[in-house]
Nanobody
Framework: VQLVESGGGLVQAGGSLRLSCAAS????????MGWYRQAPGKQRELVAR??????NYADSVKGRFTISRDNAKNTMYLQMNSLKPEDTAVYYC??????????????WGQGTQVTVSS
């Protein structure tokens, strides 16, 4: 599975951005997808996750971010509204693959920078 993110950039506080993650390869084996972020000096953290039946969000982004997935296009999105300076980070796309009884395996995109100015 290959993942390519796009849509990052510089935005003022209160603004919006939409991130995209295009998946290719053995996409049929993807069990869940998600967005993670890593700010300088901090650990990578889960932002939002989506499966075929549910979505979940970090408390810090609930009500502001929306994760979605277009299966026909093999693309996942993260709509980010009301952005805050603390949302500044490199955002990574994640795909978790689960095949049969094998342990799940995570694939990662290269990351896209999101910078929110105050």
């Amino acid at each position: 599975v290959q993942l390519v993110e796009s849509g990052g950039g510089l935005v003022q506080a209160g603004g919006s951005l939409r991130l995209s993650c295009a998946a290719s390869g053995r996409t049929f084996s993807i069990n869940a997808m998600g967005w993670y972020r890593q700010a300088p000096g901090k650990q990578r953290e889960l932002v939002a996750r989506i499966t075929s039946s549910s979505t979940n969000y970090a408390d810090s982004v609930k009500g502001r971010f929306t994760i979605s997935r277009d299966n026909a296009k093999n693309t996942m999105y993260l709509q980010m509204n009301s952005l805050k300076p603390e949302d500044t980070a490199v955002y990574y796309c994640n795909a978790r693959v689960k095949i049969g009884l094998l342990e799940p395996y995570d694939y990662w995109g290269q990351g896209t920078q999101v910078t929110v100015s105050s």
